[in-house]
């Protein structure tokens, strides 16, 4: 069965809250839990549906939330301000009155889901009426795709296969996304971040020198209520603020270590002829699925070398991975993945490199132990043959 297109609600922190909107609105799915990586959230999106929109409840979209719509191609939609409590309220209570939240990250990231779907709710009932009209509902998500992501202008438009607009549209498309690189984006980000939380600093000393005065203040002046009951607000704000300093610090964290990871990568396959190279404990099915979600993948290193499950060959033969080597490993797996259609090689007869963090190996190297090894089992099967 086909994946369903949907409107993802996505509350990120310690503790994650998803939730998945049909196009009718409808909750399909909903999800919290602590500590989720970016790996098990996009896993769990996949699993769900296929998102063409994803929505969070603040202005400025966390960066997990940019980064996940980059990597599933969603459209990010953001109020025009943080939504307060009694706005998420009013929105679940509007959609889902009945409806048992297990905590309020679902219910945050569901009032995310419904602000998004508010904001196209028109638009997807002048989609059904025309579908409706010539008898093509099951096309509701595919044109609604087209036009929010501005691939086509109207519905007919939608509906009316047109070859070689598409093939400008794909390659104008590309062109975007080389002029805007991984690298661009990252550091645009990185400075939007900085910028954010130099003025956040700044707003902070300054209430802070004002708490300390009203402080001053106060001494003299005991009993006067309205002086005490700015000083709180001021302590409020303060707090408030320290939080999302905190939080922005990680932000830039994460950001460049990553800005870091890619400049590397780029160095390398500038300067050296080679294949990079991921590192997997063993072929397990929660191993593999990581593999859609890393930067790069042409060749695998296998701590322990395992018998892959049916869907764990199924996701490497998507991924077209053909050659993984191995630190540990036993000649029945190794038979066994030979004849899969895999090149299997001992890592210790392998010159495997790394600059910051990266591994890789050089193309001549791995070509001379393919050749080597072709060569060692040519020569087995002649000996066999003679010995028969």
């Known amino acids: 069965m086909e994946n369903k297109y949907i409107i993802l609600g996505l509350d990120p922190g310690i503790t994650t809250g998803l939730c998945a909107l049909d196009l009718e609105g409808k909750i399909i799915k909903k999800h919290s839990s602590k500590k989720m990586g970016i790996d098990q959230i996009i896993s769990w999106i996949e699993k769900t549906g296929i998102p063409i929109i994803i929505s969070c409840d603040v202005k400025i979209p966390p960066y997990l939330v940019k980064k996940i719509s980059m990597k599933l191609h969603a459209k990010i939609i953001s109020p025009n301000h943080d939504l307060k409590i009694g706005e998420k309220q009013r929105l679940i209570e509007e959609f889902f009155p009945k409806t048992k939240f297990k905590d309020t990250h679902q219910k945050d990231s569901c009032a995310s889901a419904i602000f998004a779907f508010k904001k196209f709710k028109s638009f997807f009932r002048k989609v059904d009426y025309h579908l409706n009209k010539i008898g093509k509902p099951e096309l509701k998500g595919k044109v609604v795709k087209k036009i929010i992501f501005g691939e086509s202008k109207n519905i007919k438009d939608a509906l009316t296969e047109k070859p070689e607009r598409a093939t400008l549209q794909t390659k104008k498309r590309k062109r975007q996304l080389e002029k805007e690189s991984v690298i661009t984006s990252l550091k645009k980000e990185l400075k939007k971040t900085k910028a954010l939380f130099d003025s956040l600093k700044q707003k902070y000393e300054k209430l802070e020198i004002k708490n300390k005065e009203l402080e001053k203040e106060l001494v003299s002046k005991k009993t006067n209520e309205q002086l005490l009951e700015l000083a709180n607000k001021r302590k409020s704000t303060i707090d408030s ?31 050296e002829d080679c294949f990079l190279i991921t590192k997997l404990k063993d072929l397990s099915k929660k191993e593999i699925a990581s593999l859609g979600k890393k930067d790069f993948k042409n060749i695998l290193l296998i701590e322990n070398l395992s018998n892959p499950s049916k869907d764990s060959l199924k996701q490497l033969t998507k991924l077209k991975i053909k050659t993984i080597l191995y630190i540990r490993g036993n000649k029945d797996i190794v038979k066994s993945l030979k004849q899969k259609g895999f090149d299997i090689f001992p890592s210790k007869e392998i010159e495997i490199l790394q600059k910051g963090g990266v591994l890789f190996i050089k193309k001549d190297s791995l070509e001379k132990i393919k050749k080597s090894i072709e060569s060692i089992e040519k020569i087995i099967l002649e000996y066999k043959k003679q010995r028969t």
Do not use: A, T
Not at 250 to 269: A, D, H, R, Y
């Open 241 to 271: 603020l320290e939080k999302e300093i905190f939080r922005l610090k990680k932000e830039i964290k994460v950001i460049s270590k990553e800005l870091e990871n890619q400049i590397s990568i780029n160095k390398i396959l500038k300067d």
